[in-house]
């Protein structure tokens, strides 16, 4: 809180600078500036959808949807075989298609005959358990029942008879210490005893081959039943919203915790200073805060997200609201935004910094008159000016900036600028064509060249201006760096909507994005999904299966598109803060930039043998350094024994002969010589 406090002081530090900070800010509101790489020089192309029937190897969650209303917290833990079964994303064919999904099984197979097989006890069983006969993602939720918590947690097997599930169960009990199944008469529910107080509840239903499992620390067996009994569709819960925004396939990683149903056991052992800080952050106001890794509208996605009011902490962000109706040439390359707050967003801001006693903060309305006075305009009328929505984007004529703007101060605006800055501001006419240029000094119009400085260096620097150039594009002004861009851009018509390239293309929601950028990659899914196969040949390598790698289809088969998307979001709606990352396809994506996993094997393969070279290179290197520093003290006693000395005076400290740690440097500890003999002593016991 103090940390968010503090960078919040320095931002409004920088609005109420003097002269020269102010004309910074003034300046910054009508340029621009971003420097990025661009990702591809080519428009997606149409690509026909494949005729694949789509299986997965995989069950998604169920527990999710079944949460009682005093949920704590919930957590997801995807299947090991998740990663390989289709998803409603770019890789849905190439994972779901029957040649991947018979080669995936072959893998199965061999990891269960040639690698679990081999497991002892009681490992096996479970490895067993986990890997072959689990067939959805484990589900656990932190539940409070009657004021103590209760672990439920919940998975899908493969077995379709009572027998075989009761048979796996007592297996699997054998292997856990101080572990028995209280007698029952049922074979698909029961309990499990771990001594006094410790009871575990299972069920199984061999129709939809659901487990529940039930636990709580001195929970009696009625009070487990009970809670068994209370898990029912609920489709209310309040967690279900982020859960979705995340991971809509329902199977990926997800963990989700309400801080406002935790309240009654947070403040256990809390004092009040403790408990007034946790509430001024809101905590005890917060629905939820989750992180996920999964798919969603038909990307993947890493989100961390906060649902909560505007209280507290979140008081400190704006309610972003973006309307984004910026046209291209072509398929943008990248296109990043930035929120600028509105006055009123901004006025906020000032009023929550001196409730909670901020340093150095003036009012609202005394920024504004200082404004006023320095600047000829207010901070007010400079944020309702422009924005709130910036729009940096590369197309396929060049890197423009699009701000949404009011027209009835701009003018008004720029005026104030040249009657307080060294601002000259010009409209050129060509091809029907409307362009601004905006010419800045940042030297003080005062500034005498020939005090403090050389005169030519000093002139040099007052000479040089910085350039903007814009065009009105009904309610954007549109910046480029040259106006030749500006003119290119409307020769050649600016017809896609960035808006609908974000939601179609992208699956990037701009409209509450305080900060955020989404760049197109050139053939994205094509290498992810090379880079895959490589991936399953070193699979089907270690588990020794039998994979048909001819019958896997080509990406051309496949349908990918032609680019792929990347992207990061900083999120601040009406109730929810997040950071989001976003990929085309998931993990693999990591993969494009590194050459691929053969690659990766090679710097492991090389790793493994030149890392001993070099450990014996440098030992041999340290012993050499030794050898040579005794080949002077040799010399030293053939000198003595020709010149008549006996062996046995020749020790250290004899004639030139140095005692024995004088010879100490960063490999030798000491040299001892003793009857001509010389014996080396290093500090690597290697």
């Known amino acids: 809180m103090r940390q968010l406090i503090e960078n919040a002081e320095d931002f409004m530090k920088i609005v109420q600078t003097k002269r020269s900070g102010l004309k910074k800010v003034v300046v910054a509101s009508l340029a621009w500036g971003l420097l990025l790489t661009g990702c591809s020089e080519s428009d997606n192309k149409s690509t026909a959808t494949p005729s694949y029937k789509v299986e997965t190897l995989t069950e998604s969650a169920w527990l999710y949807s079944s949460l009682p209303e005093n949920t704590i917290a919930y957590a997801r833990v995807p299947n090991l075989w998740s990663g390989f079964s289709a998803k409603d994303d770019s890789f849905k064919y190439a994972l779901g ?94 309990i499990v005893s771990f001594g006094p107080g410790v009871a575990v509840y299972y069920s199984y239903d061999t129709d939809n081959q659901r487990l529940t499992i039930i636990s709580g620390m001195g929970a009696s067996v009625t009070s487990l039943e009970n809670a068994a009994a209370s898990i029912k569709t609920n489709d209310k819960h309040e967690m279900l919203k982020l859960e979705a925004d995340i991971d809509a396939s329902h199977q990926g990683l997800f963990a989700w915790a309400s801080p406002k149903n935790a309240m009654p056991f947070l403040q256990m052992g809390m004092s009040p200073k403790q408990l007034k800080e946790l509430k001024e952050f809101g905590i005890d106001q917060a629905k939820g805060l989750a992180l996920g890794y999964g798919v969603s509208s038909g990307k993947t996605r890493l989100k961390l997200l906060l649902d909560m009011p505007k209280v507290g902490i979140n008081r400190f962000f704006p309610e972003v609201s973006n309307t984004i109706n910026v046209k291209s040439v072509g398929t943008p390359k990248w296109a990043a935004f930035m929120s600028l707050p509105t006055s009123e967003q901004a006025e906020h801001l000032v009023t929550s910094l001196q409730q909670v006693g901020a340093d150095n903060i003036e009012s609202w309305d005394t920024i504004n008159q200082q404004a006023q006075k320095e600047l000829g305009v207010s901070v007010t009328t400079l944020l309702d000016t422009f924005g709130p929505e910036v729009v940096f984007f590369k197309d396929q004529v060049g890197t423009f900036a699009a701000v949404a703007y009011n027209p009835n101060d701009i003018k008004a605006l720029l005026s ?9 501001h010009q409209v050129y006419n060509k091809n029907d064509q409307e362009i601004h240029h905006l010419s800045v000094s940042f030297v003080e119009k005062s500034f005498d060249a020939s005090k403090g400085a050389p005169i030519l260096g000093a002139e040099l620097a007052k000479n040089y201006r910085e350039n903007y150039f814009w065009t009105i594009e009904g309610e954007n002004i549109v910046f480029a760096s040259i106006p030749q861009l500006l003119l290119e851009r409307k020769k050649r018509t600016a017809e896609v909507e960035v808006a609908e390239w974000l939601s179609s293309k992208q699956g990037y929601d701009a409209n509450s994005a305080l900060l955020g950028l989404t760049a197109s990659v050139d053939g994205l899914s094509r290498n992810s999904y090379h880079y895959y196969i490589e991936f399953l040949m070193i699979l089907a390598d270690i588990t020794q299966a039998d994979i048909d790698l001819m019958a896997l289809p080509t990406a051309d088969e496949l349908g990918f598109p032609e680019n792929g998307a990347v992207g990061l979001n900083l999120r601040s709606d009406k109730d929810v803060l997040g950071l989001e990352f976003t990929f085309e396809n998931g993990g693999t994506d990591l993969l494009y930039g590194m050459g691929s996993t053969s690659s990766i094997a090679v710097i492991g393969i090389l790793a493994a043998v030149a890392i001993p070279a070099y450990q014996e290179y440098v030992l041999r290197a340290e012993m050499s350094s030794g050898v040579y520093a005794a080949e002077g003290i040799k010399l030293q006693i053939s000198q003595a024994l020709v010149n008549g000395a006996k062996v046995e005076d020749l020790d250290n400290g004899y004639d030139t002969i140095q005692q024995a740690h004088e010879y100490e440097n960063s490999i030798i500890e000491k040299i001892v010589v003793n009857d001509g003999v010389i014996t080396l002593f290093f500090k690597n016991k290697a």
């Open 416 to 424: 104030k600028a040249q009657e307080n800055f060294d601002i000259e």
């Open 97 to 190: 298609n029957e040649h991947h999904v018979a080669a995936m099984k072959q893998i199965q197979k061999g990891l269960y005959e040639n690698i679990i097989s081999q497991l002892e006890q009681p490992i096996k069983p479970l490895a067993e358990f986990y890997a072959k006969h689990t067939t959805g993602p484990l589900e656990l939720a932190f539940v409070s029942q009657s004021g103590q918590p209760v672990i439920y947690a919940g998975t899908s097997l493969d077995y379709v008879d009572d027998t075989s599930f009761s048979q796996a169960i007592e297996a699997l009990v054998q292997g856990l210490p101080n572990a028995n199944i209280m007698p029952q008469d049922d074979k698909t529910k029961g």
